[in-house]
Nanobody, 122 residues
Framework: QVQLVESGGGLVQAGGSLRLSCAASGRTFSKYSMGWFRQAPGKEREFVAAISWTGGTTDYTDSVKGRFTISRDNAKDTVYLQMNSLKPEDTAVYSC???????????????WGQGTQVTVSS
């Protein structure tokens, strides 16, 4: 059973930046894809970004392309989400997710962390 612990959330003004981290344990991190999802109040959880097992392939939802960057450090069993040019509509609880495959499948995430709150003020 994989365990995921996120950190790095907080309150930031519009236009600012945050870097989220997710430390994984409980399985061989480097063999699987990883992802980030978010859930805003009153809304369903949505996909944000994903990265393949080697980091060679990434995918983003359209609303964050050019502003967010997902990366991973397989030596540290950690995945990151660098968020720049933040907007109030990015406000949500951000959770990392463990993929069930080496490659990216948006429907292939089976475990999520508890999440970290990101609040962007206008």
């Amino acid at each position: 059973q994989v365990q995921l612990v996120e950190s790095g959330g907080g309150l930031v003004q519009a236009g600012g930046s945050l870097r989220l981290s997710c430390a994984a344990s409980g399985r061989t991190f480097s063999k699987y894809s990883m992802g980030w999802f978010r859930q805003a109040p009153g809304k369903e959880r949505e996909f944000v970004a994903a990265i393949s097992w080697t980091g060679g392939t990434t995918d983003y939802t359209d609303s964050v392309k050019g502003r967010f960057t997902i990366s991973r450090d397989n030596a540290k069993d950690t995945v990151y989400l660098q968020m720049n040019s933040l907007k109030p509509e990015d406000t949500a609880v951000y959770s990392c997710a463990a993929g069930q495959y080496p490659y990216i499948r948006i429907d292939g995430f089976g475990s999520w962390g508890q999440g970290t709150q990101v609040t962007v003020s206008s």
